[in-house]
């Protein structure tokens, strides 16, 4: 079957760029690994995987809590103004984070729209793991939103009905029918939406600030300790990137498992 | 097979239309980025990793010695001192360093890319405390800073900034000095990240060279200076970088900076000469 065998230039072009991409992570751990004295874990490195730890615990609460209705309602339903939420829903998808911080401090910081009235009640959100979280539901909320209105989209609506008919309450319809259903979608946006959550950085540096133990989350660290302390920069990557390759390992094994039913 | 005719016929026609307006989008781009790129001129191009600080001054600078001398580009790269330190280190292609202070060129001298007899100190600075122009804390003095329900903006640890704050601060009784770094809320990367946010209101107080309050600024910001016996003087050092393609424009450069012409435009923009500039041989 000579179709079957791939031809030689698309593969010289394919293996140069998978060489791109991935020499630089293999560069990034061989530098980290023979750093001298690498891997200690200072408290800068244990107080900012804890913040990014519990930030985007609550990031994702909160997009599960909001989002799943959300998307539900965009999968189901038509009502006025639907686009438009749409084009809002994907725009901090293709926004700049670092624009995404700026609107944040134009609502909420202390001379922001909202911030202003805020302020006169004492509550300040800049500099505040308010703010980091707030940054991180803005720009990481709609890959999980995207995800479950496709889902919900696709569900057979057969099952709703005969329960609906046969007297099951809407929340009993979507607790028992169209959750068991869509468990592992909404599980790999909610994955794809914590991996967003962990690698802010932009909108997060200009909203929330950096302050260790504070506001500095995982990557802040990376990036503000690169002119301290190489180890910690370094230490701190190899953190990341291994909490995103479980992250993406989990993805992959919940999409494998969908594929193979 | 009539319609399907038909509808390969429509899906032929889409195609075509859908790369009608990728070439229009493409030409687009072109054009913009054609009329958007500088002309590259001919001659020597110098690049400048300057303090944040800098920033105004050395733009005038640069203008007023491209003019002088055409066949001189020169190019600007303002940061936190500290971060340029780890950039040189790093290898990045730089001719000129001017650092904030000292202890961010001895990184640089100690990455082997700069010879401590090139060293030059320039000009000096002095701190000053920022309040949003309302200031909202009503700070009046240093001791102020340490009031509760005070925000502080300082800079991230090593930016020149802050260890020059981390002076004044550190010559304040230990119970003042507490308060004061217990209302810190943010670690900026250069100082005129602290400027913006204290101008935009985000936070209480800041420290920041005397130098910061530009005539853009001064109209944004409250300032509380600090009295001599608080104050510390900034020393910024400049060198060449020893592996720089151009030693003799960059030394020129150097020279300007120091020439009455250059300090003129360093005072113009709130630093003070060196008293020791004085001592400098041509």
New interface residues.
């Given amino acids: 079957m000579p179709q079957n065998r791939p031809p030689l230039i698309p593969i010289i072009i394919a293996a140069l760029f998978a060489l791109f991409l991935g020499l630089p992570l293999i560069a990034l751990i061989w530098r980290a690994i023979t750093l001298d004295g690498a891997l200690t874990a200072d408290l800068s490195i244990s107080s900012a995987v804890w913040l990014s730890l519990s930030t985007t615990t609550i990031t994702i609460l909160l997009i599960l809590i909001f989002g799943t209705p959300f998307a539900y309602l965009l999968a189901r339903y038509n009502f006025p103004g639907k686009r438009a939420i749409t084009i809002l829903i994907d725009l901090p998808i293709v926004m700049p984070p670092v624009v995404a911080g700026l609107a944040l401090l134009s609502a909420f910081g202390r001379r922001g729209l909202l911030g202003q009235w805020l302020a006169e009640f004492g509550i300040q959100i800049t500099f505040t793991a308010t703010a980091v979280i707030l940054a991180q539901l803005f720009v990481a909320s709609p890959f999980y939103i995207r995800a479950a209105q496709t889902r919900f989209a696709e569900l057979p609506r057969e099952y709703e009905e005969a329960a609906a008919v046969d007297g099951a309450t809407r929340w009993q319809i979507f607790r028992q029918i169209i959750l068991p259903q869509s468990g592992r979608a909404l599980l790999a946006g909610i994955i794809l939406s914590w991996a967003r959550a962990l690698g802010e950085f932009g909108a997060t540096i200009l909203f929330a600030g950096s302050l260790t133990g504070r506001t500095q989350t995982m990557p802040l660290l990376v990036y503000s300790a690169l002119e301290q302390d190489l180890r910690t920069t370094f230490t701190t990557a190899l953190i990341l990137l291994a909490m995103a390759a479980v992250a993406f390992s989990i993805t992959r094994w919940l999409t494998g498992l969908e594929e193979n039913e | 097979m009539m319609t399907n005719l038909l509808l390969y016929r429509t899906d032929a026609n889409r195609i075509k239309r859908l790369a009608q307006k990728i070439w229009i989008l493409a030409i687009t781009g072109f054009i913009a980025l054609c009329v958007g790129c500088t002309p590259q001129t001919a001659g020597t191009e110098l690049t400048i990793f300057a303090a944040s600080s800098l920033s105004n001054a050395f733009t005038e600078l640069a203008q007023t010695y491209e003019t002088q001398n055409p066949e001189i580009t020169i190019q600007l790269n303002f940061a936190?001192s500290?971060?340029l330190?780890?950039q040189i280190s790093e290898g990045a292609p730089a001719d000129i360093f001017a650092s904030a202070d000292s202890d961010q060129m001895n990184t640089a001298v100690a990455s082997q890319r700069i010879d401590p007899e090139q060293i030059i100190p320039f000009l000096t600075n002095q701190l000053t405390i920022i309040a949003p122009l309302d200031n909202p804390a009503n700070l009046m003095t240093l001791n102020d800073l340490a009031q509760t329900e005070t925000?502080l903006?300082l800079a991230?640890?090593?930016?020149p900034i802050r260890t020059y704050a981390d002076q004044v601060i550190g010559r304040q009784t230990s119970d003042i000095q507490q308060n004061i770094y217990a209302n810190?809320?943010?670690?900026?990367?250069n100082v005129r990240q602290i400027v913006a946010?204290i101008a935009?209101?985000?936070?209480d107080a800041g420290i920041v060279y005397i130098s910061d309050i530009t005539p853009d600024i001064s109209s944004q910001v409250t300032t509380i200076p600090l009295n001599t016996t608080q104050n510390v003087t900034a020393t910024y050092p400049i060198a060449r970088l020893n592996d720089t393609p151009n030693p003799e424009e960059a030394h020129a450069f150097i020279q300007f900076i120091l020439s009455p012409d250059g300090q003129d435009i360093l005072r113009k923009w709130g630093f003070a000469p060196l008293d020791t500039s004085a001592a400098w041989q041509p």
């Fill in positions: 936190g500290s971060q330190a780890a925000s903006i991230a640890p090593n930016v810190l809320v943010s670690e900026e990367d946010k935009l209101g985000e936070a």
